[in-house]
Structures are given as structure tokens and as C-alpha cells.
């Protein structure tokens, strides 16, 4: 008999979590305005709001905390994080950051101005934020495919090459910065992107002679995808394939807090000294000086470490497995959801779920209250509330896909947990007839609402 995958760690610290009751769930969700966000953390009993910072850091890594360097300038912290990104991903200069979306904030600074067009595939809500807020566009060129939740498709994240060169022969080049290639891409479901897809978008870029950038929050995920997926990848090492995914680029924007496994952290990297250079101007002035950006020297080394170990293919298969064990255990119930699953989350489709529930009455966010009171599971609604109101006219926004989030945190959970949370939707979805009115906004953020918004039940 072939033996079976197992967890490639075994636990050495547990943290307590309380199982709550009914009752107690009722009331802390009404005092949270049913804002999953504004609960706090010891009144959830599988928190599954995301995956981002949310990693069990290894016994190694914690060791590397221990011999942090915390110099200010040309810390040994920041040699060991260059090696591992030299190592991973072939890029030579790099800048640290404190997080994702000040990678971005660094990065864009130097390169998107007023009128600018970035096309890409679903870029993540701070990557659009940060374009939107330089009164640039962000235009999305993803796979019409996407959109289909039940339709299956090994690469769901790609690019549609003819819409990217639609946007590529129409614009004047020096409008286009750069183009963002998120890998996997998160807003669509944490579908992954082909090499050939990336080689394509690259060819793309070269021949109009504009720049390629990879948000990688994901990237050693979308390289197992690549490993498992795509003909001729299964032989390679998960390294090797990350650096030809990067080779293909010009730059990344990274956010550490998912893929490195670290709890805080980002950073940018860059293939040429010029970029480089222009954006540590910037970094000095939002994040640090260059060689610590917005990190303590503690948390370079554990991220350094991190990188390698984000990297190994028998993390990444247990990681993605866990992945898919809920997402096979929900699909048995015939509960709906996206398809093929994603890399680190599982995405149920709250239209389909609550189909009697008005879009109006947001049914991904009432799902997610629902969960919430049945098991005290939190996921997160990925719909109509994060989608905002149109800035002009300041009507809801309705995106295609109302889905409700459960993001996977990495070397966290057990499967009994993931069996707990399949029971938990199941229960919900047994009784979904019986749930036939949403949530009314009370008071609501101009921008980014989904954060703080205050909502009630609306009754009949
Ligand atoms: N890019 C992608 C693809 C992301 O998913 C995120 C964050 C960021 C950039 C920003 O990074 O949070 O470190 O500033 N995603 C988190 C999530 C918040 O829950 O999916 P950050």
C-alpha cells in the first residue's frame, strides 16, 4: 500500500481555545453590530477570518528570534533575509517592509502617477487601493472562466493575454507603469497562474516595454499548483520553480504573512539596481532605513527561515491537502462552492447557499453570521459589503461571485477541526430555507466598509 501524506512537523506549544455556546454567540454578535471583525478573538472558537499572519511559526524560527540582530544599519538579519530571497527568488536587491500593503505603497510611489492604468488579474483590495489612491486604474484582465464558480479550471487565476494586450494596444505605453500579476490570486478564489501564463504575460510586457510585477503573498502555494498541475513542472524542486516564476519578472511586492509564515512582515524585491535605489527614498521616508524597513532584526531572521521552510514540498502538500479535506468534506454535503479549491482558503458561494436572500440584503455576510452563531466558526464575507459603493454615484456595488471566506491558517488546525467546521456549515446549510432575510447597514465607512460596518438583522 502507498503510504499516505502526514504532516511534515509535530506540535510542540498548543494554545487554549473556548468553545462557547449558543447563547453566548447570539449576544456577542448583536454587541459586534454582526460585524464578524469587531469580535474579539477569545469569542471564536475556529477563527478562519484569514490566513495572513495567523502561521505557527517553527521551532526554528523562533530560534533565529532569539539571534536577531537589531542594528540599525547592516543588521547580519537582513544578510540572512537577502540570501533567502536570493535563494528563492533570484531577486538581488531587495527593500524591507512592515507588511504587504506598505510594500506596495513603496513601490508604487516610484512608479504609478495620476492617470495611470495597471492591468493585472483581481488585484488584492491594497494593491487596488493603492493605485485607486494614486488616482491611477486598476484594470482587471483575469480569465472570463473565473467568474464561473462551478466551472473547473487548473490555472483560474490566469490572465487573459488578448484582454491584457487590448489594454497594452490601446493605452500609450508610458500610461501603463507596470502589469500585476497576483499569484495565487486571492480575490478570485486563490487560484493559481501557469508558468506558461506568466511567461505569456512577461512576453507581453517585453514586447510593449513594460514593466512585470508579481504580488507574491502566495507564490510558494501557486508553485506547488504549478508542481502538481502543469505538464512538465512535477519533477522540479518547489525552489527551482520559484525562481523561474520570478525570472519572468521585474519586481515583487510580498506580504510575509502568508506564504513565509511569519506573524508580521513584508517586503520588495527588485531585479535592477535603478528601481531599487528609487524606492529606498521611499522606504527611508514610510518604512526605515533600508536595511531594517519597518522589522525588527528578530523578525527578518524568522522570516529568513520562514521563506525556506513556505518553500519545502512536504509542508505545502499537508498545508493544500488540509485545504482540500474541507473542501471535500463540505462538497459531500452539496454545499456550494468555488471550484477547483483554492490554495488557502475554501470560498462558499452564499448566493447559491441563501438563494432566497436579496443581494441587497448582503447573504455572504449574513452566511458568515450564521456560521459565526451556529459553531463559532469566523469566516470572512468576500462580497457586496467589500465591495463598497461606487465612489461617483455611491450605489452598491454587487461583484459577481458573494461568497463567504474560510481561510486556512498554516500549521495551526487539526482535520478534527476541519471536520468541526464541515459539521458547522452542514448545519447551517440543513437549515437555509428556514433563513429568508439578510442585514440592514446602520453605519458605514466611506471607503474599505466591510471593516467597521454596523449591521442588524432585518425581520420580517
Ligand atoms: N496581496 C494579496 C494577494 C493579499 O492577499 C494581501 C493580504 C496583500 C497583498 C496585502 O498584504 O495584509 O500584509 O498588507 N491579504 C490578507 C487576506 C489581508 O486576508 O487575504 P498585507
Redesign the pocket.
Known sequence: MKLPFAEPFKIKMVEKIYRSTLQERERWIRDASFNLFNLRSEEVYIDL?????TGAMSDKQWGAIMTGDESYAGASSYYNLKDAIWDITGFQYFLPAH????A?NVLFSVLVKEGDIVPGNSH????KGHIEFRKAKAVDCTIDVARDPSAIHPFKGNVDLEKLENVLKNNPSGKIPFIIV?VT???SGGQPVSMSNIRGVSELARRYGIKLII?G??FAENAYFIKTREKGFSNMQISEITREMFSYADGM?M????DAIVNMG?FIAFREEKLFRQASTFNIIFEGFITYGGMSGRDMNALAQGLYEGTEFTYLESRIKQVEYLGNRLKESGIPIIEPFGGHAIFIDAKSFLNSIPREEFPAQTLAVELYTEGGVRG?EVGALMADRDPVTRENRYPDLEMVRL?IPRRVYTYNHMDYTAAVVKNVFERRNSITRGMRIKREALILRHFTVELERIMK
Open positions: 477570518l484569514t490566513d495572513s499572519g507588511q504587504g500593503r506598505a506596495e488584492f483590495d491594497t494593491t497576483t490570486n486571492n480575490t504580488d503573498a502566495r511586492t506580504s510575509s504573512k502568508k513584508g470572512v481561510a
